[in-house]
Protein backbone atom coordinates (compact mmCIF):
# COMPACT_ATOMS: atom_id res chain seq x y z
CA UNK A 1 0.00 0.00 0.00
CA UNK A 2 2.56 2.45 0.75
CA UNK A 3 4.62 2.64 -2.14
CA UNK A 4 2.16 4.64 -4.32
CA UNK A 5 3.40 7.81 -5.67
CA UNK A 6 1.02 10.58 -6.20
CA UNK A 7 1.86 13.02 -8.40
CA UNK A 8 0.54 16.45 -9.07
CA UNK A 9 2.61 18.58 -11.63
CA UNK A 10 4.23 17.60 -14.43
CA UNK A 11 7.50 17.84 -12.64
CA UNK A 12 6.80 15.19 -10.58
CA UNK A 13 5.40 12.65 -13.08
CA UNK A 14 8.10 12.54 -15.05
CA UNK A 15 10.22 11.78 -12.23
CA UNK A 16 7.55 9.29 -11.01
CA UNK A 17 7.53 7.39 -14.59
CA UNK A 18 11.17 7.95 -15.09
CA UNK A 19 11.69 5.37 -11.84
CA UNK A 20 9.22 2.52 -13.87
CA UNK A 21 9.71 -0.49 -15.20
CA UNK A 22 8.39 -1.14 -18.98
CA UNK A 23 5.70 -1.62 -20.60
CA UNK A 24 4.30 1.12 -18.13
CA UNK A 25 0.57 0.99 -18.35
CA UNK A 26 -1.93 3.60 -17.69
CA UNK A 27 -5.92 3.52 -16.60
CA UNK A 28 -7.47 6.91 -17.43
CA UNK A 29 -9.96 7.85 -15.12
CA UNK A 30 -11.81 10.93 -13.98
CA UNK A 31 -11.58 10.19 -10.15
CA UNK A 32 -14.71 8.56 -7.97
CA UNK A 33 -13.34 5.26 -8.15
CA UNK A 34 -15.31 2.18 -8.60
CA UNK A 35 -15.15 -1.25 -8.74
CA UNK A 36 -14.75 -0.74 -12.22
CA UNK A 37 -11.80 1.31 -12.04
CA UNK A 38 -10.25 -1.29 -9.69
CA UNK A 39 -11.09 -4.10 -12.43
CA UNK A 40 -8.74 -2.04 -14.89
CA UNK A 41 -5.96 -1.23 -12.40
CA UNK A 42 -5.98 -5.34 -11.82
CA UNK A 43 -5.98 -5.95 -15.39
CA UNK A 44 -3.12 -3.38 -16.16
CA UNK A 45 -1.26 -4.90 -12.95
CA UNK A 46 -1.21 -8.53 -14.70
CA UNK A 47 0.66 -7.15 -17.84
CA UNK A 48 3.72 -7.44 -15.64
CA UNK A 49 5.05 -3.77 -16.28
CA UNK A 50 3.86 -0.89 -14.13
CA UNK A 51 0.99 0.65 -13.81
CA UNK A 52 -0.29 4.50 -13.82
CA UNK A 53 -3.84 5.46 -12.91
CA UNK A 54 -4.63 9.33 -13.93
CA UNK A 55 -7.28 11.21 -11.82
CA UNK A 56 -8.15 13.96 -14.12
CA UNK A 57 -11.94 15.60 -14.11
CA UNK A 58 -11.02 16.93 -17.74
CA UNK A 59 -13.79 20.24 -18.13
CA UNK A 60 -12.73 20.06 -21.88
CA UNK A 61 -15.49 17.03 -21.87
CA UNK A 62 -18.55 18.36 -20.23
CA UNK A 63 -20.78 20.70 -21.96
CA UNK A 64 -22.33 23.56 -20.57
CA UNK A 65 -25.46 22.64 -18.02
CA UNK A 66 -23.66 18.94 -17.44
CA UNK A 67 -22.62 17.87 -14.22
CA UNK A 68 -18.87 19.07 -13.80
CA UNK A 69 -19.86 21.51 -10.52
CA UNK A 70 -21.16 18.40 -8.53
CA UNK A 71 -19.23 15.57 -10.59
CA UNK A 72 -18.23 13.72 -7.20
CA UNK A 73 -14.47 14.30 -5.90
CA UNK A 74 -12.96 11.59 -3.76
CA UNK A 75 -9.30 11.97 -4.00
CA UNK A 76 -8.30 10.11 -0.96
CA UNK A 77 -10.55 7.34 -1.10
CA UNK A 78 -9.55 6.89 -4.80
CA UNK A 79 -5.65 6.58 -3.99
CA UNK A 80 -6.46 3.88 -1.44
CA UNK A 81 -7.90 2.31 -3.74
CA UNK A 82 -5.36 2.55 -6.56
CA UNK A 83 -2.44 1.26 -4.01
CA UNK A 84 -4.98 -1.74 -2.63
CA UNK A 85 -5.06 -2.87 -6.70
CA UNK A 86 -1.07 -2.44 -6.91
CA UNK A 87 -0.83 0.81 -8.76
CA UNK A 88 2.67 2.44 -8.67
CA UNK A 89 1.51 5.51 -9.48
CA UNK A 90 -1.40 8.04 -9.42
CA UNK A 91 -1.31 11.10 -11.36
CA UNK A 92 -3.85 14.09 -10.41
CA UNK A 93 -2.95 17.24 -11.99
CA UNK A 94 -5.60 19.69 -11.42
CA UNK A 95 -6.50 21.72 -14.99
CA UNK A 96 -4.01 24.41 -14.66
CA UNK A 97 -1.45 21.53 -14.83
CA UNK A 98 -3.00 19.37 -17.83
CA UNK A 99 -4.01 22.91 -19.73
CA UNK A 100 -1.45 25.40 -18.49
CA UNK A 101 -2.46 27.78 -21.73
CA UNK A 102 -6.31 27.60 -20.63
CA UNK A 103 -8.27 25.91 -22.87
CA UNK A 104 -6.36 24.42 -25.78
CA UNK A 105 -6.65 25.92 -29.37
CA UNK A 106 -5.68 22.99 -31.28
CA UNK A 107 -7.80 19.77 -30.93
CA UNK A 108 -8.16 16.06 -31.44
CA UNK A 109 -11.72 15.65 -33.39
CA UNK A 110 -13.58 12.86 -33.22
CA UNK A 111 -14.96 13.14 -36.70
CA UNK A 112 -18.53 11.43 -37.55
CA UNK A 113 -18.02 8.83 -35.08
CA UNK A 114 -18.05 11.28 -32.61
CA UNK A 115 -21.81 12.61 -33.70
CA UNK A 116 -23.83 9.78 -33.28
CA UNK A 117 -24.77 7.95 -29.64
CA UNK A 118 -23.59 9.62 -26.90
CA UNK A 119 -22.05 12.48 -29.10
CA UNK A 120 -25.64 13.49 -30.28
CA UNK A 121 -26.36 14.24 -27.09
CA UNK A 122 -23.20 15.65 -25.92
CA UNK A 123 -21.99 17.69 -28.47
CA UNK A 124 -17.85 18.24 -28.42
CA UNK A 125 -17.89 15.29 -25.83
CA UNK A 126 -15.77 13.43 -27.49
CA UNK A 127 -13.26 15.79 -29.02
CA UNK A 128 -12.62 17.09 -25.32
CA UNK A 129 -12.10 13.41 -24.76
CA UNK A 130 -9.95 12.71 -27.10
CA UNK A 131 -8.12 15.71 -26.81
CA UNK A 132 -7.04 14.64 -23.14
CA UNK A 133 -6.66 11.15 -23.58
CA UNK A 134 -4.08 11.80 -26.28
CA UNK A 135 -2.40 14.43 -23.77
CA UNK A 136 -2.36 11.90 -20.82
CA UNK A 137 -0.74 8.89 -23.05
CA UNK A 138 1.85 11.80 -24.55
CA UNK A 139 2.27 12.74 -20.88
CA UNK A 140 2.44 9.34 -19.46
CA UNK A 141 4.57 7.78 -22.26
CA UNK A 142 2.28 5.22 -21.89
CA UNK A 143 2.95 1.56 -23.69
CA UNK A 144 -0.35 0.01 -23.52
CA UNK A 145 -4.09 2.03 -22.19
CA UNK A 146 -6.83 0.17 -20.97
CA UNK A 147 -10.42 1.51 -21.30
CA UNK A 148 -13.82 -0.39 -20.06
CA UNK A 149 -16.30 -1.89 -22.71
CA UNK A 150 -18.97 0.17 -20.79
CA UNK A 151 -18.09 3.34 -22.26
CA UNK A 152 -18.35 1.56 -25.74
CA UNK A 153 -18.03 4.59 -28.26
CA UNK A 154 -15.46 6.86 -26.34
CA UNK A 155 -13.39 2.74 -26.58
CA UNK A 156 -13.64 2.84 -30.29
CA UNK A 157 -12.66 6.48 -30.69
CA UNK A 158 -9.73 5.86 -29.11
CA UNK A 159 -9.01 3.42 -31.21
CA UNK A 160 -9.67 4.94 -33.85
CA UNK A 161 -7.34 8.15 -32.59
CA UNK A 162 -4.33 5.73 -32.10
CA UNK A 163 -4.37 4.09 -35.30
CA UNK A 164 -5.73 7.38 -37.29
CA UNK A 165 -2.84 9.42 -35.96
CA UNK A 166 0.16 6.95 -35.47
CA UNK A 167 -0.09 7.27 -31.65
CA UNK A 168 1.88 3.76 -31.06
CA UNK A 169 -0.28 2.59 -28.04
CA UNK A 170 -1.75 -0.50 -26.96
CA UNK A 171 -5.30 -0.41 -26.42
CA UNK A 172 -6.52 -2.73 -24.14
CA UNK A 173 -10.72 -3.37 -23.64
CA UNK A 174 -11.96 -4.51 -20.05
CA UNK A 175 -15.72 -6.02 -19.72
CA UNK A 176 -18.18 -3.72 -18.09
CA UNK A 177 -18.18 -5.00 -14.31
CA UNK A 178 -21.54 -4.96 -13.10
CA UNK A 179 -23.70 -4.91 -9.64
CA UNK A 180 -24.58 -8.02 -8.56
CA UNK A 181 -28.89 -7.07 -9.95
CA UNK A 182 -26.78 -5.75 -12.97
CA UNK A 183 -26.45 -2.10 -13.17
CA UNK A 184 -22.99 -1.23 -14.83
CA UNK A 185 -20.71 0.28 -11.92
CA UNK A 186 -20.35 4.07 -13.47
CA UNK A 187 -19.28 7.06 -10.85
CA UNK A 188 -22.49 8.86 -11.50
CA UNK A 189 -24.16 5.90 -9.60
CA UNK A 190 -24.08 7.78 -6.66
CA UNK A 191 -25.99 10.30 -7.48
CA UNK A 192 -29.15 7.88 -7.92
CA UNK A 193 -31.51 8.47 -4.94
CA UNK A 194 -33.12 4.58 -3.63
CA UNK A 195 -35.83 5.42 -6.19
CA UNK A 196 -33.56 6.05 -8.79
CA UNK A 197 -31.59 2.96 -8.31
CA UNK A 198 -34.79 0.34 -8.55
CA UNK A 199 -35.68 2.21 -12.00
CA UNK A 200 -31.61 2.32 -13.55
CA UNK A 201 -32.09 -1.45 -13.44
CA UNK A 202 -34.17 -1.32 -16.67
CA UNK A 203 -31.35 -0.24 -18.25
CA UNK A 204 -29.67 -3.75 -18.06
CA UNK A 205 -33.14 -5.68 -18.55
CA UNK A 206 -33.73 -4.10 -21.47
CA UNK A 207 -30.37 -5.13 -22.66
CA UNK A 208 -30.49 -8.48 -21.33
CA UNK A 209 -33.78 -9.12 -23.47
CA UNK A 210 -32.22 -7.73 -26.24
CA UNK A 211 -29.49 -10.14 -25.85
CA UNK A 212 -31.85 -13.30 -25.69
CA UNK A 213 -33.42 -12.31 -28.75
CA UNK A 214 -29.94 -12.25 -31.04
CA UNK A 215 -31.04 -15.85 -32.78
CA UNK A 216 -33.84 -14.18 -34.31
CA UNK A 217 -32.31 -10.80 -36.04
CA UNK A 218 -32.25 -7.45 -35.47
CA UNK A 219 -36.12 -6.24 -35.30
CA UNK A 220 -36.38 -9.26 -32.77
CA UNK A 221 -34.04 -7.51 -30.63
CA UNK A 222 -34.60 -3.71 -31.02
CA UNK A 223 -38.28 -5.06 -29.99
CA UNK A 224 -37.20 -7.06 -26.75
CA UNK A 225 -35.51 -4.30 -25.93
CA UNK A 226 -37.87 -1.53 -26.27
CA UNK A 227 -40.40 -3.34 -25.01
CA UNK A 228 -38.77 -3.79 -21.66
CA UNK A 229 -37.69 0.11 -21.46
CA UNK A 230 -41.37 1.11 -22.13
CA UNK A 231 -42.39 -1.15 -18.36
CA UNK A 232 -40.07 2.00 -17.01
CA UNK A 233 -41.58 5.62 -17.66
CA UNK A 234 -39.32 6.65 -14.99
CA UNK A 235 -36.95 6.40 -16.82
CA UNK A 236 -36.75 8.75 -19.81
CA UNK A 237 -34.76 7.03 -22.43
CA UNK A 238 -32.31 8.86 -24.75
CA UNK A 239 -31.53 6.56 -27.37
CA UNK A 240 -31.76 2.44 -27.92
CA UNK A 241 -29.46 1.43 -30.86
CA UNK A 242 -28.50 -1.54 -32.25
CA UNK A 243 -25.69 -0.77 -34.27
CA UNK A 244 -22.25 -2.08 -35.71
CA UNK A 245 -19.51 -2.08 -33.62
CA UNK A 246 -17.28 -0.65 -35.87
CA UNK A 247 -19.24 2.12 -37.95
CA UNK A 248 -21.54 2.42 -34.97
CA UNK A 249 -24.19 2.53 -38.37
CA UNK A 250 -27.75 0.78 -37.20
CA UNK A 251 -27.75 -2.28 -38.70
CA UNK A 252 -29.81 -3.40 -40.98
CA UNK A 253 -32.78 -5.99 -41.15
CA UNK A 254 -31.02 -9.11 -42.21
CA UNK A 255 -27.68 -8.22 -40.92
CA UNK A 256 -26.19 -11.09 -39.40
CA UNK A 257 -23.16 -10.96 -37.41
CA UNK A 258 -21.30 -8.93 -34.53
CA UNK A 259 -23.24 -6.22 -33.12
CA UNK A 260 -23.28 -3.54 -30.31
CA UNK A 261 -26.76 -2.96 -28.35
CA UNK A 262 -26.60 0.44 -27.02
CA UNK A 263 -28.99 2.55 -24.77
CA UNK A 264 -28.61 5.94 -22.72
CA UNK A 265 -31.51 6.77 -20.17
CA UNK A 266 -32.03 9.80 -17.68
CA UNK A 267 -33.11 8.49 -14.44
CA UNK A 268 -33.72 11.46 -11.91
CA UNK A 269 -31.36 14.30 -12.73
CA UNK A 270 -28.41 11.26 -13.59
CA UNK A 271 -27.83 10.06 -16.88
CA UNK A 272 -26.84 6.26 -17.70
CA UNK A 273 -25.67 4.36 -20.27
CA UNK A 274 -24.84 0.94 -21.16
CA UNK A 275 -24.44 -1.67 -23.65
CA UNK A 276 -23.85 -5.62 -24.75
CA UNK A 277 -22.22 -6.88 -27.40
CA UNK A 278 -23.99 -9.60 -29.42
CA UNK A 279 -24.17 -11.72 -31.84
CA UNK A 280 -27.00 -11.31 -34.26
CA UNK A 281 -28.41 -14.82 -36.00
CA UNK A 282 -26.76 -17.23 -33.61
CA UNK A 283 -28.28 -18.37 -30.56
CA UNK A 284 -26.11 -17.47 -27.34
CA UNK A 285 -23.66 -19.62 -25.48
N1 LIG B 1 -18.45 -0.57 -14.93
C1 LIG B 1 -17.29 -0.46 -15.56
N2 LIG B 1 -16.66 -1.57 -16.01
C2 LIG B 1 -15.49 -1.47 -16.67
N3 LIG B 1 -14.86 -0.31 -16.93
C3 LIG B 1 -15.45 0.82 -16.50
C4 LIG B 1 -16.69 0.80 -15.79
N4 LIG B 1 -17.02 2.08 -15.50
C5 LIG B 1 -16.05 2.86 -16.00
N5 LIG B 1 -15.10 2.11 -16.60
C6 LIG B 1 -13.93 2.59 -17.30
O1 LIG B 1 -13.11 3.35 -16.44
C7 LIG B 1 -12.44 4.34 -17.21
C8 LIG B 1 -12.63 5.69 -16.57
O2 LIG B 1 -13.99 6.03 -16.63
P1 LIG B 1 -14.64 7.20 -15.80
O3 LIG B 1 -13.65 7.75 -14.85
O4 LIG B 1 -15.36 8.10 -16.72
O5 LIG B 1 -15.67 6.42 -14.85
P2 LIG B 1 -17.21 6.22 -15.06
O6 LIG B 1 -17.69 5.30 -14.01
O7 LIG B 1 -17.47 5.93 -16.49
O8 LIG B 1 -17.76 7.63 -14.69
P3 LIG B 1 -18.97 8.36 -15.40
O9 LIG B 1 -20.10 7.41 -15.46
O10 LIG B 1 -19.21 9.53 -14.54
O11 LIG B 1 -18.44 8.73 -16.76
C9 LIG B 1 -13.00 4.27 -18.62
O12 LIG B 1 -12.14 3.48 -19.42
C10 LIG B 1 -14.32 3.55 -18.39
O13 LIG B 1 -14.79 2.88 -19.52
MG1 LIG C 1 -17.12 7.74 -17.71
Given at each position: MSDLVVARTRAELAAARGALQAPVAVVMTMGALHAGHARLVREARARGGSVLVTVFLNPLQFGAGEDLARYPRTLDADLALAAAEGADVVFAPGPDVVYPDGEPGVRVSAG??????EGASRPGHFDGMLTVVAKLMNLTRADVCLFGQKDAQQLLLVRRMVRDLDLGVEVVAVPTVREDDGLAMSS?????SPFDREVSLVLHRSLAAGEAAAAEGPSAVRRAARDVLRT???????YLALV????LADVPEHFRGDALLAVAARVGSTRLIDNVPLVIGRAEG
Open positions: ALGDVLRNRYLEPAARVDDPVT
